[in-house]
């Protein structure tokens, strides 16, 4: 494992006790790492806590490592999983993500799993995706597809957080919320 996602992953471990159960959580790599997640959450308010738990670089065989006590122990109901960019020479990806997906899904049953899909056109982007969509159920296990471009870095992450927000909610919105997401 490499010393950034021990140092992280070990982190994350030693804060486990002030995360409250049963909330939101996104475990990713690189991508989900710098997303500024928690810029948009302070503009909103959500039923639950959102709490992200990516590292960047992480690999699929890193996160299988640290997925019990990075995510599991902390038991939320929403998993949101972005993996896979920093996997393309690895052969097991897919088979490592499933085996990702088969502990938190027996581990916490009732939990929802939502598989975000990589970003771009390159053959092993387009594998990948087709790959871990053939994993989803659209019942326990769903697939989301982030828009992939925008005229500003700014607009796009606006963007992606909108798409991600209608997943962070317990409740419909409401007229006044979808307006006030919309600026």
């Known amino acids: 494992m490499k010393e950034n996602v021990k140092l992280s992953a070990n982190a994350m471990i030693g804060i486990n006790d002030l995360i409250l159960k049963g909330e939101i959580v996104l475990f990713g790599s690189t ?3 710098k997303f500024p997640l ?3 959450i302070n503009k909103h308010h959500f039923e639950n806590a959102v709490y ?4 960047a670089g992480l690999t699929t065989s890193e996160a299988l490592e640290i997925v019990q006590d990075c995510i599991i122990s902390i038991r939320p109901s929403k998993i949101f999983i972005a993996l896979g960019e920093e996997d393309e020479n690895n052969i097991d990806t897919i088979k490592q993500y499933n085996q990702i997906i088969k502990r938190i899904q027996f581990a916490l049953p009732k939990s929802k ?3 975000i899909c990589l970003q771009g056109n390159t053959p092993y982007v387009e594998k990948f995706n087709a790959n871990i969509l053939s994993l989803c159920d659209n019942k326990k296990i769903r697939n989301i597809r982030l828009v992939s471009s925008s005229s500003t870095e700014a607009n796009l992450y606006k963007m992606q957080f909108k798409q991600l927000s209608c997943f962070f909610r317990d409740k419909p919105l409401t007229m006044v919320e979808a307006f006030a997401m919309a600026d």
């Open 38 to 40: 928690y810029e948009f």
């Open 52 to 55: 992200n738990r990516s590292i």
């Open 31 to 33: 991508y989900m790492a």
């Open 113 to 115: 799993i939502y598989l």
